[in-house]
């Protein structure tokens, strides 16, 4: 009960607004687990296609604010690979590939440049961001994999 002034005016929460809560919880919890999901499946799917796996969830140490992260990092041959995950269900009609915006292309750009002086990586070390999209089905199965690679220009 929430009191209002003198006029003791009570009203109750109610069930709305827990439930609320609740189904924006178990959608934020269902959301991080499709995207861990996606992520497995495409290191899994990159592995197969001869890369190896360098690191996942590279973090830039000069980036403090929020959550943005390079998802895997991989390597073949000569050639080393920032790889982006977008993650949908086919059900809700989603293009994963299409939800990079200007600032995360600009953000991948930047970590993929602060990888490379972290690990101590020659500059003339050829390097390209790639982008994997997982589509799954309603039993969360994969539906569809696509991988674009060299997807952002200098």
Do not use: C
Request: aromatic share 10%.
């Amino acid at each position: 009960m929430i009191s209002f002034g003198s006029g003791e005016k009570k009203a109750k929460a109610g069930r709305f607004g827990t439930l609320a809560r609740s189904k924006l919880l178990k959608m934020v919890t269902s959301t991080k687990e499709t995207g861990k999901r996606g992520e497995d499946i495409a290191a899994d799917y990159l592995k197969n296609k001869g890369y190896r796996i360098l690191q996942r969830n590279y973090i830039p140490s000069w980036f403090k604010q929020g959550r943005k992260e390079i998802d895997i990092v991989v390597q073949k041959g000569g050639l080393l690979v920032f790889v982006e995950v977008k993650t949908g269900h086919r059900i809700y009609d989603f293009v994963p590939e299409d939800h990079i915006d200007y600032k995360k292309q600009r953000f991948l750009a930047q970590a993929g440049e602060s990888y490379l002086l972290e690990k101590n990586i020659p500059e003339k070390t050829e390097w390209q961001i790639d982008v994997v999209s997982v589509i799954l089905d309603r039993n969360n199965q994969v539906s569809k994999i696509s991988h674009f690679e060299n997807v952002i220009g200098e």
